[in-house]
């Protein structure tokens, strides 16, 4: 489980600075970085490297790189505990991480905003499952008193894929915020979905994008 921990994809709001510096030096899978990173066309995000494509509602607020960086800065300042190696390892995640995709509910950066991210890092060993990074994580982030979880791991399947998903409380506000995560495994790499939400209604919103993936097969 140690070196799981190590190279294990850390996910939710730690999200890379500099996506293009981050895809040419990170990864050798594929020369052209905006194919990997993917692309929307007519409200659909579609991602050939991968192999997915998702709905993505006009009325959701797509991040720039500015506003990413600010969150991945805020995010991993909340997620630090007294437990520096943890707080080590989640910082070198950070690092390691690519982001694919980020949008938000309008108007972007209320306090009660929520989101759905995609992010991607590759895996050290073709042996390691979805169900391992989950198990992984969730060890990790446990280690903070302010972190709950709202749903254990189970497996399901999303548009012609097999996923982990975990829900977790974040308790570092007046309000909670939930997350749900969906992390699958794609050429090597733990593809990951963060839903971010505060009420039911951002919840069902969110959720919709989540219903309509589709996978091709590897």
């Known amino acids: 489980m140690k070196n799981i921990k ?3 994809f850390l996910l939710i709001v730690l999200l890379p600075v500099n996506v293009f510096a981050q895809v040419k030096t990170i990864t ?3 020369d052209n970085a905006s194919i990997f990173l993917g692309s929307i066309r007519n409200n659909v995000y579609k991602n050939d490297f991968f192999g997915f494509k998702m ?3 006009s009325q959701l607020y797509l991040l720039n ?3 990413i960086t600010s969150v991945r800065k805020g995010g991993q300042k909340i ?3 007294e437990n520096k190696k ?3 390892l989640i910082e070198e995640a950070g690092q390691k991480e690519i982001t694919l995709y980020t949008a938000a ?3 972007f950066g209320t306090a009660k905003n929520s989101s759905l991210s995609i992010t991607v890092r590759k895996q050290l060993s073709p042996q390691i499952t979805s169900e391992m990074v989950v198990t992984a994580t969730k060890s990790l982030f446990l280690d903070n008193p302010k972190i709950r979880i709202v749903q254990d791991t189970k497996n399901i ?3 012609g894929a097999k996923f982990s998903t975990i829900e977790l409380q974040l308790n570092f506000a007046e309000s909670p915020i939930n997350q749900k995560i969906f992390i699958t495994m794609r050429q090597d790499y733990a593809l990951t979905f963060v839903l971010t939400y505060t009420s039911s209604e951002s919840l069902q919103l969110f959720e919709k994008s989540i219903r309509s993936l589709s996978f091709t097969k590897k």
């Open 6 to 8: 190590k190279s294990i």
């Open 28 to 30: 050798r899978d594929y």
């Open 55 to 57: 709905d993505s509602p």
């Open 65 to 67: 790189q500015d506003q």
């Open 79 to 81: 997620l630090e505990t």
């Open 86 to 88: 943890n707080n080590d």
């Open 105 to 107: 509910e309008k108007p």
């Open 157 to 159: 399947n999303l548009g």
